[in-house]
């Protein structure tokens, strides 16, 4: 059974920081594109940032140059370092994996494995 479990979540204030992770297990990990959506209240669920199995990364242009993704497939892990956090970036974070490049096209809904999703609230 494919699990994904987010952590990192929480309050941070405008131009901080928080770090996200997603733990994965029940699927061939090294094989998998990854990634981190969100979505906030109000909007559709977008995508954050992706990882390629051979890590190619990819952004959406409103955190380029302020997040980070990150995979380290031995621990079957994903991470998300946000840093320069404003308050659009206030929305539930899911982690997400899918065989056949959903989650690098953006096709959310058609991507196979998703985590519970963890809050991030960018607030003074």
């Known amino acids: 059974q494919v699990h994904l479990v987010e952590s990192g979540g929480g309050l941070a204030q405008p131009g901080g920081s928080l770090g996200l992770s997603c733990v994965a297990s029940?699927?061939?990990?090294?094989?998998?594109?990854m990634g981190w959506y969100r979505r906030a209240v109000g909007k559709d669920c977008e995508m954050v940032a992706i990882i390629t199995s051979n890590g190619r990364t990819n952004y959406a242009d409103s955190v380029k140059g302020r997040f980070a993704i990150s995979r380290d497939n031995a621990k079957k892990m994903v991470y998300l370092q946000m840093n320069s956090l404003n308050s659009e970036d206030t929305a539930v974070y899911y982690c997400?994996?899918?065989?056949?490049?959903?989650?690098?096209?953006?096709?959310?809904?058609?991507?196979?494995?998703w985590g519970q999703g963890t809050q991030v609230t960018v607030a003074s």
């Open positions: 029940g699927f061939t990990f090294s094989t998998h594109p």
């Open positions: 997400a994996a899918d065989p056949n490049y959903r989650v690098t096209q953006g096709l959310v809904g058609q991507i196979s494995y």
